[in-house]
């Protein structure tokens, strides 16, 4: 069973500040779901090949490389809240 | 009203595109209020955009060319928050993007713009998309115009009771494990999930990019498949989407005669509600009755089909949900609500290292069982049916408290995603209590072209949809909020 331990270490890997209740709550629900899904393991998928992708005719494609149809610089900055020398101003976070 | 009678009364100058607009503004003014249905609507923009097409259509030499040129011309319609809209705020239905206005539009919003519709706002979901009863919102849930007591089912809730009040003709929404068949059975209108890859997600917000399906919820099954014609086909900004030709689904949408619909035995089991069960018993017999050939078969590998998706979706949901750093858009990581927290803690924890294998991995090994289910089922069979939800439209609160209850109403809808495959939900009449129940017609890849045959003409034979939510709505506070 997943430990209120594991559940701090995960929020962190996933850069998420839980407070101690929120801590408890997640650890319950968290566990519940998981010991849900191991009746997953009542299945034998040895020879099973994965699916990552359900439509078998999906290919990964190239294109030609063309910039016409990108957004400019001024586009993608146009909605910023800040921005400054063809930047977004942000706090900082280092 | 529908499409075609919106056009008719604009080429026969009966009304123009602005009065009809002013119409779907006016009841958006007079109910968003009780229904919150709509985050941001765009009323100014949206007058402008009916003005300049009441005098396309003055100017016009020709309007059945205009019309074949813009098949949606003058159509009052709303986009589900998760599409990005240029220069109009894109929230995803969540705190964290309360703000931030995309400098862009999707793919599906420019066709439809393209189409000539005229775009009257934003519509309530459930943030990013997660959830089966659109209370995940970060905006309060949308509520059920059938009874205001209940939610209007997710997570395109806002879509589903747009259309269903008459706030917009259609709505466009994404199904991801069911939402859009959800709503659109709770609140008596039609909706589609097309086959993955067949509608671009350029631009659309990303829940589970490998089961993420872009559609819409209509009134009427000939409405779903016009607006499917303009938004489908391959886009060069989409690589998983699909190169195969959009055919004309109007073409030849009516007749089921020797149509062999086959019912999952699982889809009809013990946690079925019963008048949900009935409701399908009905809806059997009306296609038999038509001359369609009904068949029982197994999709044995259902009841495992939760446990696969709700280790895919978070594990994808980790990942999609990383870009929002609180630097480049939107707000801190700290906005976040507990759905989405829930399911990025999840899905970190099955893509770690040392639980990659007996999670993410175990659950696309069963995917490949549910998907061969369903390409067995399709070598007997053209289409299936079943009820699109087990339950009739669940009181507010009712499941707050236990998200595994709440999962577990996806059980007859996620498995369609697992499989690609394109689904089409239904009006089949209501409960006891006035609740709207829908059936849930699949296909097999790229077969929408059925669905709409299928519900079409189902739909002319019953014209449940005609019920429409009666004013006052019930549960209203007759003196008012």
Redesign the interface.
């Known amino acids: 069973m997943?430990s209120k331990d594991?559940?701090l270490k995960?929020?962190r890997?996933?850069?998420?500040?839980?407070n101690e209740s929120?801590l408890d709550k997640?650890q319950r629900?968290?566990a519940?779901?998981?010991q849900?899904?191991e009746?997953?393991?009542e299945?034998d998928?040895d020879e099973?090949?994965?699916?990552?992708?359900?439509?078998s005719?999906?290919k990964?494609?190239y294109?030609e490389g063309s910039t016409d149809?990108t957004?400019s610089q001024k586009?993608?900055?146009?909605?910023?809240?800040e921005k400054s020398d063809g930047y977004?101003v942000?706090?900082g976070?280092l | 009203m529908d499409i075609e009678e919106i056009q008719k009364k604009l080429v026969s100058k009966e009304a123009s595109c602005v009065e009809i607009t002013k119409e779907y503004l006016k009841n958006i003014t007079s109910l968003n209020e009780k229904l919150n249905a709509f985050i941001t609507v765009t009323s100014e923009k949206a007058l402008s955009e009916a003005e300049k097409i009441d005098n396309e259509i003055d100017e016009s030499e020709d309007l059945d060319v205009l019309f074949s040129l813009k098949p949606l011309l003058g159509v009052p319609m709303a986009h589900k928050d998760l599409f990005s809209t240029k220069d109009i705020e894109t929230t995803a239905g969540s705190n964290i993007l309360r703000g931030y206005i995309p400098p862009y539009d999707a793919t599906a919003v420019k066709r439809i713009k393209d189409a000539g519709t005229v775009m009257l706002g934003k519509l309530n979901c459930d943030a990013f998309a997660h959830g089966t009863t659109g209370e995940n919102s970060d905006f309060g849930p949308a509520l059920n115009p059938y009874d205001l007591s209940r939610p209007a089912g997710g997570s395109s809730s806002g879509s589903g009771v747009a259309v269903s009040a008459e706030m917009a003709v259609f709505a466009t929404g994404t199904d991801t494990g069911g939402s859009i068949r959800t709503p659109a059975s709770f609140t008596n209108v039609c909706g589609l999930k097309p086959t993955y890859g067949r509608v671009s997600r350029y631009g659309i917000i990303a829940m589970a990019s490998s089961l993420d399906s872009i559609g819409h919820l209509t009134r009427t099954v000939k409405d779903s498949a016009r607006v499917l014609k303009v938004t489908a086909g391959y886009d060069p900004f989409d690589s998983t989407s699909s190169k195969i030709k959009v055919p004309d689904y109007l073409e030849s949408i009516i007749g089921v005669k020797g149509l062999k619909i086959g019912v999952p035995e699982e889809y009809m089991g013990d946690g079925i509600d019963p008048e949900v069960k009935s409701a399908v018993k009905n809806a059997l017999k009306v296609y038999e009755k038509l001359g369609a050939e009904i068949a029982s078969v197994s999709l044995p590998h259902t009841k495992y089909a939760i446990a696969v998706y709700y280790v895919i979706v978070p594990s994808e949901v980790s990942s999609n949900l990383a870009r929002y750093d609180g630097i480049r858009f939107g707000n801190s990581r700290e906005s976040f609500g507990d759905e989405a927290k829930r399911r990025i803690m999840i899905g970190t924890y099955a893509l770690s290292a040392g639980y990659y294998d007996a999670y993410y991995l175990k659950a696309q090994k069963v995917r490949t069982l549910v998907i061969q289910d369903f390409k067995k089922a399709f070598e007997k069979i053209d289409i299936l049916l079943g009820p699109a939800m087990p339950v009739l439209p669940p009181k507010l609160g009712e499941n707050s408290d236990d998200p595994l209850k709440n999962y577990l109403l996806d059980v007859l809808t996620c498995p369609v995603n697992l499989a690609g495959l394109p689904a089409l939900s239904v009006p089949a009449g209501f409960s006891k209590e006035g609740l709207p129940i829908g059936i849930q017609l699949i296909g097999d890849h790229f077969a929408e072209d059925a669905l709409f045959r299928a519900g079409y003409t189902y739909e002319q034979e019953t014209r449940y949809y005609e019920q429409k939510p009666q004013l006052p709505l019930k549960g209203e506070d007759p003196d008012g909020i």
């Not at chain 1, 890997?13 to 839980?18: K, V």
């Not at chain 1, 099973?48 to 439509?55: D, G, K, M, V």
């Not at chain 1, 586009?75 to 910023?80: G, I, P, Y």
């Open positions: 997943i594991d559940v995960i929020s890997l996933a850069r998420l500040e839980l929120e997640f629900h968290l519940g779901i998981l849900y899904v009746q997953l393991n299945i998928t099973i090949p994965p699916t990552s992708h359900a439509i005719d999906l990964s494609r294109q149809s957004l586009e993608v900055l146009e909605n910023a809240k977004i942000t706090k976070v």
